[in-house]
């Protein structure tokens, strides 16, 4: 457990002292989300310009447009919804983690383009938590050099993931939950069976992003030469370790847990409007800051492994 | 009037919407049709909230809802207006119309009522997390006084249920009917279409709830002749479209003026003329349709058109250039299938709106990127 912590405390101070490294990272994550950004941003202005003049001096979002452009909306289009304003953002996104919601098919190739992104970062993060200050050819180079093996560990990952969430996930959050919630007397009850089902499926697929990330690590760390040996070293780190890597992983989740209420706090008090600059300023604070727990975690995982891996 | 088990902030906010709810629904459209009224806050799990019958009205209070969260107001103020249509005397072939009123007289409350507080609202966690979007505000504002949106899921949903007169599927008719109404109100206004509604009610006891009455109502209390809209708008399974084909703004001439032609077009098969009487020979005779044009210099034409051609052709001549042309700006058309062709432009300039609704829309991206990509 202490150890878990010292990890935790190590990979914070080393994010604290590499803001050149944070800044890259979200520059290379706003990249990546750019083109379609310029993509739903181009559609938007159309719609706006045949927008009637009746709206034209308002400052804020007519929400009778906003329907009617939604009614006509398709692919990406149809993914602007409210839910994409503020806290809900976040909220959203977690939800439909947990229940398992079907994201829109268009969504298909920004989460392939963020894995393969996530996958090159994985290797020059590494390289950087583990070999202290290095230079950017020496990151670029760690990317390029991993970056093959990386992206095979995540599409297994993913493959596992998908699998778990059409048997487990269905089945848990089908038949289970409603036989549990038909027996609940309160709503309350009912919410509690369903936390608990949400915990144990969120064991689950833990175990599986645990497991892929210590074998990145083993592999650009302790240089496994194979995807399927590395795969076979985390798992007995993860196993052999379970206490310490489960109080890492839970200390970083208490993290995002704090920033999500910092953030939810942030909006109700602060008023953010609807498409304001204000609004959109603190969302991206806020992924700033999630880029930056998960840089934590990367660098407290780099820690723990080479501490007791 | 029975409220939950206990006396909680719920129970009195349901209280305090109910009294609020009846008083202006009788100020509307006469007194309530139940002497005595029993309002049921349903358990989480019974899935009728929204229910009206006879001296009971349905709603449901859920328990991780913050207080600004008023699903279950909107869904009390409906069942309360729902109330008022629930006319046994109306014939089975016009229950579409007594439908669509309700649904009209349902939204039109839930704005009036909750103007200023009436926020978008998200479900999560298997939608047992409420979370209220305070930017979103989808009842009326000082800019737009109009009631704005018109479908609210605790209105709409389910569309179809046994309480409910007919369905009120998306392309319903009685969807249909509701959006005629509130573009007849936008059309006659309020102040004309309200004691109308409060007649159709009083009347009603005897021929029920059917559009011809509505019609005579109107006719008799304003002079207003309006069987063209029920016989096209309201009744009509046709789709009205109106849109601008072509508009062009060039300069014509050796004296520099600007020529500019607007043709408009009629898309869909249903009609909006403004009257049953023939055209009388201007192609603006009836002013149904309104057609606004914008020039470089600030300067702008307002003029008609009354909508029954396939297409109609204006040409202006100015000394500058027509930057946008627009069929009924006024957004009087609301049954109209498809606004996003109502409006032309050829001086095309980003809006900041749309940059700050981007970047918002970015970072929600950004976070699904960043939540899908930490599994793998």
């Known amino acids: 457990m202490t150890r878990a912590w010292g990890a935790l405390a190590w990979g914070l101070g080393q994010v604290a002292g590499a803001p050149l490294v944070l800044a890259a990272v979200l520059l290379v994550t706003l990249t990546a989300a750019a083109p379609f950004g310029v993509v739903l941003g181009a559609r938007l202005q159309t719609a706006l310009a045949t927008q009637p003049p009746i709206s034209r001096n308002a400052t804020d979002i007519d929400p009778e447009w906003w329907m009617e452009y939604r009614a006509h909306a398709r692919g990406l289009e149809a993914t602007f919804t409210p839910v994409v304003i503020g806290f809900a953002a976040p909220l959203a996104n977690l939800s439909a983690l947990a229940d398992g919601t079907r994201q829109p098919v268009v969504l298909i190739i920004p989460m392939v383009v963020a894995g393969v992104i996530w996958a090159l970062l994985w290797g020059a993060l590494i390289a950087r938590f583990d070999g202290g200050r290095v230079g950017f050819r020496q990151l670029a180079a760690a990317a390029r050099r991993h970056a093959g093996r990386f992206v095979a560990i995540g599409a297994l990952a993913a493959a596992t993931h998908v699998a778990l969430y059409l048997t487990i996930h269905a089945l848990l959050f089908g038949p289970v939950f409603a036989a549990l919630s038909a027996r609940a007397e309160s709503e309350r009850d009912a919410f509690f069976w369903r936390v608990l ?4 499926f969120g064991i689950l697929i833990s175990v599986v992003s645990l497991v892929a ?17 590395a795969v076979r070293d985390s798992l007995r780190f993860v196993t052999s370790h379970r206490a310490a890597v489960s109080a890492l992983y839970l200390s970083t989740g208490l993290l995002f847990v704090a920033l999500l209420t910092t953030y939810y706090f942030a909006e109700t008090l602060g008023g953010t409007r609807i498409g304001g600059w204000r609004g959109a300023a603190v969302a991206q604070a806020y992924i700033v800051a999630r880029l930056a727990i998960r840089m934590t975690f990367i660098a407290a995982e780099v820690r723990l492994f080479k501490a007791i891996g | 009037m029975f409220l939950g088990a206990g006396v909680s902030d719920a129970d009195a906010r349901l209280s305090d919407t109910a009294t609020r709810a009846l008083t202006m629904l009788t100020g509307w459209f006469g007194p309530f049709p139940d002497t005595t009224l029993a309002i049921v806050d349903l ?34 103020i409906a069942g309360l207006a729902r109330r008022y249509w629930q006319v046994p005397a109306t014939p089975a072939e016009f229950n579409w119309f007594a439908e669509g009123v309700s649904l009209y007289s349902s939204t039109r409350a839930i704005h009036e009522l909750l103007e200023g507080r009436n926020y978008a609202s998200q479900r999560a966690f298997g939608g047992f997390v409420l979370h209220v979007i305070r930017a979103l505000n989808w009842s009326p504002n000082s800019w737009q006084p109009q009631p704005r949106v018109r479908h609210f899921a605790e209105v709409d949903e389910p569309s179809r249920a046994p309480w409910r007169l007919a369905s009120a599927e998306a392309d319903s008719q009685a969807q249909r009917a509701a959006l005629a109404l509130h573009t007849l109100e936008r059309y006659v206004g309020w102040p004309a279409l309200q004691p109308a509604l409060a007649s159709l009610r009083e ?15 109107l ?32 300069p014509g001439g050796a004296d520099g003026r600007f020529r500019t032609v607007v043709k408009v077009r009629r898309y869909g098969d249903g009609v909006f003329a403004g009257t049953s009487r023939p055209r009388d020979g201007s192609l603006s005779s009836s002013k149904s349709l309104a057609l606004l044009v914008r020039f470089a210099d600030g300067a702008q034409i307002d003029d008609f058109w009354d909508g029954r051609d396939d297409r109609a052709e204006f040409s202006y001549s100015s000394r500058s250039r027509a930057i946008s042309a627009t069929i009924d700006p006024g957004l009087i058309l609301l049954v109209d299938v498809d606004r996003a062709n109502n409006s032309r432009t050829l001086e095309w300039a ?4 749309g940059f700050r609704m981007t970047l918002n829309w970015l970072a929600w991206l950004q976070d699904l990127m960043l939540s899908y990509s930490a599994l793998v």
């Open chain 2, 219 to 250: 006719s008799e209390q304003r002079g207003i002749e309006l069987g063209w809209f029920f016989e096209d708008v309201l009744h009509g399974k046709r789709a009205i479209d109106y849109g601008i084909e072509v508009f062009t703004s060039e």
């Open chain 1, 197 to 200: 089902l949400y915990v144990i």
């Open chain 1, 213 to 229: 990330d210590y074998a990145r690590v083993s592999m650009a760390v302790a240089g496994t030469p194979t995807v399927r040996e």
């Open chain 2, 203 to 217: 009347r009603a006891g005897e021929r029920g709830v059917v559009p011809a009455l509505l019609a005579e109502v």
């Open chain 2, 43 to 76: 358990p989480w799990a019974v899935d009728l909230a929204g229910a009206a019958y006879p001296g009971v009205v349905t709603t449901r209070t859920r328990w991780l809802a913050p207080a600004r969260e008023l699903t279950a107001e909107r869904t009390l």
């Open chain 2, 350 to 353: 980003p809006r900041p709106e």
